[in-house]
């Protein structure tokens, strides 16, 4: 059994390799960072994966699937509610 004195130091040389990949996504529209989408093979080659902030989700999702956003979703007024 292990316990917290057996664990592994914190190494404060730098970040680990999921932490670079995570800080390094950015929106494929607008850049913004820490997307919330990634869109992956199928739909990209392999090893490529295309991220989108939840604006361009569907932008992107088109992108990739040849089927365009139609434009009156894209200007829908806010809810009174």
């Given at each position: 059994?292990?316990?917290?004195?057996?664990?592994?130091?914190?190494?404060?040389?730098?970040?680990?390799?999921?932490?670079?990949?995570?800080?390094?996504?950015?929106?494929?529209?607008?850049?913004?960072?820490?997307?919330a989408f990634g869109f992956g093979p199928p739909l990209t080659r392999p090893g490529m994966v295309l991220w989108a902030c939840g604006t361009h989700r569907a932008e992107v999702d088109g992108l990739l699937t040849g089927s365009p956003r139609p434009k009156a979703a894209a200007k829908r007024q806010p809810t009174l509610l």
């Open positions: 059994m292990q316990t917290d004195h057996d664990a592994q130091p914190f190494d404060p040389t730098g970040p680990s390799d999921a932490m670079q990949e995570y800080e390094a996504r950015r929106c494929h529209a607008c850049q913004a960072r820490h997307p």
